[in-house]
């Protein structure tokens, strides 16, 4: 993650040139006139011996209270980075960094330096150089300063130093800062370090041994691997350290950033640990680089050595897994799947199921009862079938992408705005059969005239998976907790859990076909059939409008019009058959076929190239302001002490429209908000975005929608429910509990 703490909005001042010296300028943001922070650029020579070896350094002196970064600098931030005007033949080496502090803001882990830090560069000099000649050596050092606000800031440098020949002596002048910046350096590890990844996964995590190489060496403390490469360790989780005395070896486990999207080969990293034994504290830094190693028995080997000292080996670096046994969590998700029939993005495409089931009861004498049972149960089966083969696929597909490295959960599919338009199309075309513009095959709708005909089978089949991809944007009650565990457990696992999901959502059409009185809970076939079947086409075009509305939050005006060109074609193929449909019947089909599918498609096959306008900064819920969720404003607030309140929410998501609605666009919920001076901060996952990703994978989510809360002054987050009321939000946040409302200049 890079930037978190950038400033948004602002324009980069000119810095002031200085000879031998340069301070920083920030960005002008009308309320700080330059960065906290003055820098220099000094030499350790006198002067420039002739193919020599000399060393600069950029010295960073911070105000109280704000700090810069490490080459790796954590969740958040950025690293140093120079850009040089050289002397023919001169060459500037990459910065040396001296040992890091870890910084904690909340649930973010920084590596930087507080104070004063001096950075150490070699400079080769070439053999040309010469006696008595002036030098100039020139840049920009580009870096990031922090505190409650973060300032990217620009320091123009320029030294100048001459040439000599002969033996060159260090600068009296410098010496102390060469000096003190060298005793902050890390010394290179004096034993040889290993590593190994405790299975051969993108996801898994590291077990690093470090051979004893000092007296005392069981009694150091605070054991802490810094890992040079930004993407490989979790920053933000603890390292288990296990000493191992036989081996007089220490074992460090490394949890491993859940979204690195290949196995790791080598590990460079910096440790650290402290040491006591002499009374004042010593931090105490080594540097290492091993290779990682991913063959089965050497990996196992020091596996077995970390579990049989007592360490612990978890499903990697992601948070952690909920209480609950996997029979709870399956009990959970079959709950859940339950509940998702409920929900409103299940509802038009069920009823096609049940019309189908109170067809096939039409022109049935009392004869036929026995056979009908048997018909409804296969049928009910087959839609079962239909529904737990989609949730497999789906949650197969989302699993192999997420160990992949894709930054996607629950309803990830909708995040594509081809295949919202296509289901858009889908359920348009499925109202028009519907209404009975056009007879639909039973391919597609599962709706037969007669018990016995195979078709209906495979019509059953494939309701239950449109059922499924219309269900994914909906998060039931207790289906959360579930989904939220699966992604962290073994596939296997992860896979019962949904297949439970999926039988959860079957279940009741299975337990009306078996139940021995279904004939009395069914209304009876008559001349009402064909109203009802009319009226049901409505939700469908209700599901349709939504759709399109979904398209319009991801891809604007120009993506509504291409959906909107897709139905206008499948209404005209329709047409165009029925007019063709006497003695030029070939001819219509085929021409129903190119306008209502292959020209639809074409059409749509250009959504997900359009540009995203889902990504607004700031917006209302019927006068409630809102403004953009980010981790880094999320800190700003939190450090003020003011109360947040996150809405995880997506435009596809139908529960979490109804509840923008119904409660967060409540006028009492409004003046609530106001009178207790809550941030409210909406976290658009829409289309893909790994930081929200990463919020939801927090807190043990990957579905929506989620609502996190936090009461002022406090960093503890509470989780809502995921269906909300307009009481239940109005007495959320106390106002005597708030702070007062911090300048959009401190923020």
């Known amino acids: 993650m890079r930037g978190v703490g950038l400033a948004i909005g602002t324009l980069l001042m000119l810095a002031v040139l200085m000879p031998a010296s340069a301070t920083a300028q920030a960005p002008s943001t009308g309320y700080i006139d330059e960065v906290p922070a003055v820098t220099d650029l000094v030499a350790e020579t006198s002067g420039l011996e002739p193919g020599s070896t000399t060393w600069l350094a950029f010295t960073v002196e911070l105000a109280p209270g704000w700090h810069t970064y490490w080459e790796n600098p954590g969740d958040s931030g950025l690293p140093l980075k120079f850009n040089w005007v050289l002397p023919p033949g001169f060459e500037i080496g990459e910065p040396v960094y001296p040992i890091p502090d870890r910084q904690t803001f909340g649930p973010i882990i920084n590596y930087g330096f507080e104070d004063q830090v001096s950075f150490l560069m070699p400079t080769s000099v070439p053999e040309n150089v010469e006696d008595g000649g002036l030098y100039y050596i020139a840049g920009q050092a580009e870096y990031l300063v922090c505190a409650e606000i973060c300032i990217p800031a620009i320091a123009d440098l320029s030294l100048a130093i001459v040439g000599k020949a002969g033996a060159v002596g260090n600068n009296p002048a410098t010496a102390p800062i060469f000096a003190e910046a060298r005793a902050r350096l890390p010394q290179a590890l004096p034993t040889t370090a290993s590593a190994a990844l405790v299975e051969p996964t993108s996801e898994a995590d590291l077990i690093v041994a470090i051979p004893s190489f000092v007296d005392g060496f069981e009694r150091l403390e605070d054991w802490y691997v810094f890992a040079k490469a930004d993407d490989l360790v979790d920053h933000s989780m603890a390292q ?13 486990k ?17 440790v650290t640990a402290r040491d006591e034994t002499g009374g004042e504290p010593i931090t105490l830094g080594f540097s290492f680089a091993t290779d990682v190693t991913v063959d089965g028995t050497a990996a196992n080997a020091l596996l077995d050595r970390w579990q049989a000292l007592g360490g612990e080996v978890d499903q990697g670096s992601g948070p952690a897994l909920p209480d609950h046994s996997l029979i709870a969590l399956l009990g959970l998700a079959l709950i859940g799947g339950l509940l998702l029939n409920l929900m ?28 009908i049972k048997s018909e409804q149960r296969r049928q009910a089966w087959l839609y079962s079938a239909g529904v737990m083969a989609a949730m497999l696929l789906l949650a197969g597909a989302m699993l192999g992408l997420r160990a992949s490295g894709a930054a996607i959960g629950w309803g990830f599919q909708l995040q594509s705005p081809l295949l919202i338009g296509a289901l858009a199309c889908v359920f348009f075309a499925l109202a028009l059969a519907m209404l009975g513009v056009f007879h639909m095959p039973q391919l597609l709708v599962g709706v037969g005239d007669g018990i016995a005909r195979r078709q ?91 759709l399109v509305f979904v398209v319009a939050q991801q891809r604007g005006a120009v993506g509504v019009a291409v959906v909107l060109g897709a139905l206008l074609s499948i209404g005209f193929g329709v047409w165009l058959a029925r007019q063709l449909s006497g003695q030029h019947r070939l001819a219509g089909l085929a021409s129903a076929a190119v306008l209502a599918i292959a020209l639809p498609l074409g059409g749509l ?69 106001a009178d207790a001076d809550v941030l409210f901060l909406k976290a658009d996952w829409t289309n893909r975005d790994p ?57």
């Open 240 to 252: 288990p350290v296990v000493f191992d005395p036989d081996a007089n070896e220490l074992l460090i």
């Open 254 to 270: 490394l949890p491993r950033q859940v979204l690195r999207d290949e196995v790791p080969t080598r590990l460079e990293a910096l």
């Open 344 to 371: 409103p993005c299940v509802f038009p495409v069920l009823s096609l199921k049940l019309m189908a089931m109170v067809r096939r009861m039409e022109g049935a004498g009392s004869d036929d009862a026995d056979a």
């Open 456 to 546: 209906d089978g495979v019509g059953s089949f494939t309701t239950g998976v449109l059922a499924v991809i219309a269900a994914s944007p909906c998060t039931a009650p207790f289906m959360a907790t579930a989904i939220g565990a699966a992604l962290l457990l073994p596939m296997g696992a992860s896979l019962a859990i949904f297949a439970a999901l999926g039988f959860g959502m079957a279940l009741p059409l299975l337990l009306l076909s078996h139940l021995s009185s279904h004939l009395r809970v069914l209304p009876r076939p008559g001349p009402w059939m064909g109203t009802l079947q009319q009226f049901m086409a409505f939700p469908l075009f209700a599901t349709s409008i939504w």
């Open 605 to 673: 096959a250009g959504l997900n190239q359009l540009p995203d306008v889902s990504a607004e900064a700031s917006g209302s819920y019927a006068g409630l302001p809102y403004e953009k969720y980010s981790p880094a404003r999320l800190e700003r607030a939190l450090d003020r002490g003011r109360a947040v309140f996150i809405d995880v929410t997506a435009a596809w998501c139908i529960t979490c429209l109804v509840n923008e609605q119904v409660a967060l666009s409540h006028p009492d919920v409004g003046k609530a908000f």
């Open 691 to 747: 930081e929200i990703t990463a919020l939801l994978e927090q807190f043990g989510r990957l579905g929506l929608p989620l609502y996190i809360t936090y009461q002022g002054g406090s960093r503890e987050p509470e989780v809502l429910p995921q269906i909300l009321l307009p009481g239940m939000l109005v007495g959320l946040f106390p106002p005597e509990d708030s702070v007062q409302q911090a300048s959009i200049f401190d923020e």
